[in-house]
């Protein structure tokens, strides 16, 4: 047991520490605040306190735990929101009231409740089972199964594995390797700092399916990949996020929540346990975990709930979950790196920020991928990290340490926010490294068209602006026909295809197979036009045709009339066109 010799800000360092370890979490001061140590230096340790650490003195005890920073795995993980360090917020309140009071430990997972365990198929008492190890599983909300696993470091001969009703600490089962007996319960630990290791990573080759179709239809992101969107108040990020964790095609989702407002985060735990599951109608909140750090948490448990979300989205990752973890936002996480390395005295790097910021947003990101988890099961982490560039510049280092490693940018624009285009998102600033990796994919769910027409989409809105800035300069009139189709062409993606509203029951998700429709009727009709043009029709009767307004009202219609619609449109398309071409080759023939 050591003793506090010297407190600045979130920092605490003690003497008298030798034999604690780094990383390990400590209990400091009379309060018994809870820390980690970042660095030892012979019998001193600074230890990063996770609690407000005004009113703490030197001298006050400081005691090892000889334990490293981990989260609590069970049933009962769901529904939750935690803080940075994985104390339930509900728990907290309760019992310190609305400002939550220091030195409170509360279990992440509730001791008493009890569970209903079933065996895994296949499995039985005598197996020779390792860590990761699926034994049995218990329906944790009516949404998720939740497995148990044979913890890390364990393996040996199962015994004594029986289904029943256990509380999460009771002994379900033992493993037994030569005569050392390992008691498994449903609770495991593991530590938060170091990645799950795994069998093997995949190539992320199938698509994350948002719903939102800027994403889905021009910049995707794979399961298993990794997306950055930058967030300019007021942009649309909350909206965007909520509707991806409403609607992607993911098991669980995770979300962190670093407020710079404190009100901002107020909005998320207040707003997000109302959102339902789309498929079920059940509350989202039973396949999601909310990690919340307010703005009045200190800085440290900002830092540590990166680490406690990611921790928790691989042990759901390693039951063979699609999981989906977004961090809202990352910028405030290395604000916190930023204000412990300057107690620390470390040189500063760009911007104050330390040296080894970019290695950490890069180590952060490697925890996502598509894997064979030690269960044998495969599943997959989509790390979506938002983040908040001062002034929308991102050419700070944050930005910039995060797009070197994220493979897919959504870039969040004020000005379509302002000119009220939602999602506002940028279709000529954002980018998906995706593409190739999912063509097989596409090609054998939706047909090669699908890859084929985002290429020609991304062209068309290429040449949109290309010729939007040559309009400014002569006038629509000054173009040939064939480019003001271009431009119309590009206005009617823009509008009836990129433009999405997240309030409408029908328009707020969108399968992949309607977007596939509404870019195929949108690019039909311009291979229409084109060929009209080429025929001589004025292109004023063709902007005139009433298909058109069905075109700019696909996305109301409902999924289950996808197919039906889709004939509807294209025979629309060509029987309009065809008498267009014939009227005008009748008056023309006159
Ligand atoms: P941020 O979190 O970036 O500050 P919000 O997500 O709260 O911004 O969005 C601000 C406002 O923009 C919302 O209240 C809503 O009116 C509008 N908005 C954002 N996204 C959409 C969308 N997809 N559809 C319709 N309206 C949207």
Partial sequence: MGYIERISGPLVVADDMLGSNMYDVVKVGNDGLVGEIIQLRGPKAVIQVYEETTGIRPGEKVESTGLPLSVELAPGLLNNIYDG????????????????????????????????????KGVKNGDHVKEGHIIGYVQETELIKHYIMIPVGVEGKLSGLKEGTYRVEDRIATVDKGGKKFEITMLQKRSVRKPQSFRQKFRSDEPLTTGMRIIDGLFPVAKGGTAAIPGPFGAGKTVASHSIAKYADSDIVVMIGCGERGNEMTEVLVEFPELKDPKSGRPLTERTVLIANTSNMPVAAREASIYTGVTIAEYFRDMGYNVTLLADSTSRWAEAMREISARLEEMPGEEGYPAYLPKRLAEYYERSGKVEALSGRTGSITLVGAVSPPGGDLSEPVSQGTLRVVKTFWSLDASLANARHFPSINWLTSYSLYINDLKPWYDK??????????????????????????????????????????????????????RQSAFDEVDAYTSLKKQAFMVASILHFRKQANAAVKAGVPLDSIMKLKVREDISRMKEEKESEVDKARHRIAAEIDSQFNSLVREYREAEGK
Avoid at 87 to 115: H, Q, T, Y
């Fill in 85 to 120: 360090i994985q104390r339930p917020l509900e728990e907290l309140r309760r019992k310190s009231g609305a400002f939550i009071g220091r030195g409170i430990s509360a279990n992440s997972i509730d001791r008493n409740k009890k569970w209903k365990l079933f065996i895994e």
């Fill in 445 to 498: 769910n939706l047909g090669e068209e699908f890859a084929e027409n985002r290429a020609e989409t991304m062209r068309i809105l290429q040449k949109e602006a290309e010729l939007k800035d040559i309009v400014q300069l002569v006038g629509a009139e000054a173009l040939p026909d064939t480019e003001r189709i271009t431009l119309e062409i590009g206005r009617m993606i823009r509008e009836d295809f990129l």
